[in-house]
């Protein structure tokens, strides 16, 4: 292993929320090799969350619609490259047809525990051993920043409840009510004051349906920013409630506290990270089970505490 590597290979997962958590291995690497350029693979959904990183080098993308899921024509734009160190976070043995002096993989890790970040860093554990794992971080730039200042500036103060409804998959199992949002919402009152909703192109139709039935303020900005916009937004937001999705890891991300929803995934494995995570699990694994006086106790308890 060398001890100061010059050029590090990241390759990253593809889906909002697992890129997230990658980015506590990505901070982990720096840390040990501060001075080495990190060139990153990643997905086009989520490279964004990767743009601002300061110590990262070139990203390459893994175009999972080309051939052969887009191995080859990556293999083939890697081809002049040459990486002391390839760290692989997937799981299809793309680090082994790449130029590499040391390679770190899932068969040769030894997970820190149960979660999907200890089990990311278990990947580096020989190099990096039992050093506190980093949180997930998103890289704000002053373009965002000034977007969301912008956007909430018509709703002075911070007591603003985030809400992202929406989820990957179409399993109705996964999806808290909107009515539930909107019930949530309203009984929320005496501590929020305006209602942010956020969410993809395919989440139209349920923010229309929450914002059809609350009694708060609300700013309706789904399908109207960029990662790093959503991520700005939440920064400046009190809480973010909504399904186990991305957008509650891109809240933790930037400290916001969070509750997410649980249906056929276990929170063990996939629950935003840090202290300031909260979910609740509906019964027989279906998230419309949830009540919204679970909700709400859970969000009181939270912010009290």
Known sequence: MPNKPEQILFITLSCVGDAVMTTSVL????????????????????EIIFKNCPFRGEIFYKDKDKFLRGAPALIKQL????????????????????????RFTKWNGESYGLHA??????????????QAIPAPRIWLEEDSI????????????????????????????KFWPTKSYALLANGLKDVFDVI?????????????????????????????????????????????VGS??????????VDTSTLSFFSVDD?????????SA????????????????????????????
């Not at 018509?154 to 409840?161: E, H, K, T």
């Not at 929170?267 to 202290?275: A, D, I, S, V």
């Not at 998230?287 to 912010?303: F, L, P, Q």
């Open 267 to 275: 929170p063990e494995r996939c629950l935003p990270w840090g202290p």
């Open 146 to 173: 000034i977007f969301a200042k912008e956007t909430l500036s018509a709703f002075p103060g911070n007591n603003i409840l985030a809400i992202g409804p929406g989820c990957s998959g179409k399993k109705p199992e």
């Open 79 to 102: 081809a002049a490259k040459r990486y002391e160190v390839i760290v692989d976070l997937r799981t299809d043995g793309l680090a082994y047809l790449l130029k590499g002096k040391k």
């Open 196 to 240: 942010l909703l956020l969410g993809g192109p395919g989440d139209k139709k349920l923010v229309m349906e929450i914002v059809d039935e609350l009694k708060l303020p609300y700013i309706d900005m789904c399908d109207k920013t960029d990662l790093l916009q959503a991520a700005a937004l939440l920064n400046l937001s009190k809480f973010f």
């Open 244 to 253: 186990d999705s991305g957008l509650g890891h891109v809240a933790a991300a």
């Open 117 to 130: 970040i200890e089990s990311l860093m278990g990947i580096i554990r020989n190099i990096y051993g039992e």
């Open 27 to 46: 901070q982990a690497l720096h840390k040990l090799y501060p001075e080495a350029c990190i060139d990153i693979v990643a997905d086009r959904r989520s």
């Open 278 to 305: 909260s979910w609740l699990m509906g019964k027989n694994r279906d998230a419309r089970n949830i009540s919204v006086i679970e909700a709400d106790a859970k969000i009181r308890t939270a912010i009290s505490g």
